[in-house]
């Protein structure tokens, strides 16, 4: 007899994170499955890599916000509360304060943990692009690459080539290089 794993609403995610034990620990909810997220020294370098880049656009660029490891839910979801390991919103809308922010963020990033196969990359990368997001960078860290998505292209590239913000960030870019530096 197989068992299925309980599936959680947000509300129950809620009650979830509110405990002690899990207060200073970093959890996602995927599909109703709770699942932790215990990133990596390489993957906060790299994390830490992405944002100042995306930062320093943004200060002469005000366009809007990035962040590190923000959490995010699409509007009337009851089975998801995502982190993208980087984000980008743009525009003005609210910062969230409490809370997951309900909206997925224009540009999402994630970078593959050890334990994640390629078609998880790409499970999460069709969420983001189907609830909201209009591009989502998929970091590879072994083979030090990035795959570039929006709803129309898709691009492989590595470390001798350049990331393009394209119309969501116009004028940005940062060689690929760069978000492996120190790794």
């Given at each position: 007899m197989v068992v299925q794993p309980k599936l959680y609403t947000v509300d129950?995610?809620?009650q979830f994170l509110a405990l002690?034990?899990?207060?200073?620990r970093l959890f996602e909810l995927i599909n109703g499955e709770i699942v932790e997220k215990v990133p990596?020294?390489?993957?906060g370098i790299i994390a830490g890599n992405t944002v100042t880049e995306i930062n320093i656009y943004l200060k002469?660029?005000?366009?809007?916000?990035?962040?590190v490891e923000a959490r995010h839910r699409p509007t009337d979801d009851q089975h998801n509360d995502r982190i993208p390991d980087v984000s980008v919103v743009l525009g003005n809308k609210p910062i969230t304060r409490h809370g997951a922010a309900n909206f997925i963020p224009d540009v999402?990033?994630?970078i593959q943990s050890p334990d994640d196969t390629?078609?998880?990359?790409?499970?999460?990368?069709?969420?983001?692009?189907?609830?909201?997001?209009k591009m989502v960078w998929l970091i590879y860290p072994r083979q030090?690459?990035?795959e570039v998505l929006t709803a129309a292209d898709r691009q492989l590239l590595t470390e001798n080539d350049t990331i393009e913000g394209g119309d969501l960030l116009?004028?940005?870019s940062v060689a690929v290089r760069d978000l492996f530096r120190g790794v």
């Open positions: 129950e995610f809620e002690p034990e899990n207060r200073d990596t020294q390489e993957h002469s660029n005000q366009i809007g916000q990035a962040a999402c990033v994630e390629p078609r998880i990359m790409s499970e999460k990368a069709a969420f983001y692009l189907e609830n909201g997001a030090r690459i990035v116009p004028g940005f």
